[in-house]
Nanobody, 121 residues
Framework: QVQLVESGGGMVQAGGSLRLSCAAP????????MAWYRQAPGDKRELVAY???????NYADSVKGRFTISRDNAKKTWYLQMNSLKAEDTAVYYC???????????????WGQGTQVTVSS
């Protein structure tokens, strides 16, 4: 059983910042790619950002230049720094350890419990 512990969500005004964390103490961390997804009410879950085992990153167009994904292999934790938040960033954010294969991120079946991010305009 892979346990993923998320933290850092909350309510913030537009233009503000939040930092999400996801700890994964039970997985072989360094070889995995890691990602953040989000799901707003009535919408599909969408990929926000991922980081490969080599540190390469990729972002959804809607968050480029505002969000930064990073990882700390020693702590088995990855992060999502979110700046210049907008009302449309409001969603439940989920972390996911996966693989980077064939030029694309492939999610695993392991998901965190989700953390709510609410941005008021």
């Amino acid at each position: 059983q892979v346990q993923l512990v998320e933290s850092g969500g909350g309510m913030v005004q537009a233009g503000g910042s939040l930092r999400l964390s996801c700890a994964a103490p039970g997985i072989v961390f360094s070889g995995n790619a890691m990602a953040w997804y989000r799901q707003a009410p009535g919408d599909k879950r969408e990929l926000v950002a991922y980081i490969t085992s080599g540190g390469n990153t990729n972002y959804a167009d809607s968050v480029k230049g505002r969000f930064t994904i990073s990882r700390d292999n020693a702590k088995k934790t990855w992060y999502l720094q979110m700046n210049s938040l907008k009302a449309e960033d409001t969603a439940v954010y989920y972390c996911n350890p996966g693989t980077f294969w064939g030029g694309a991120y492939s999610p695993s079946d392991y998901w965190g419990q989700g953390t709510q991010v609410t941005v008021s305009s």
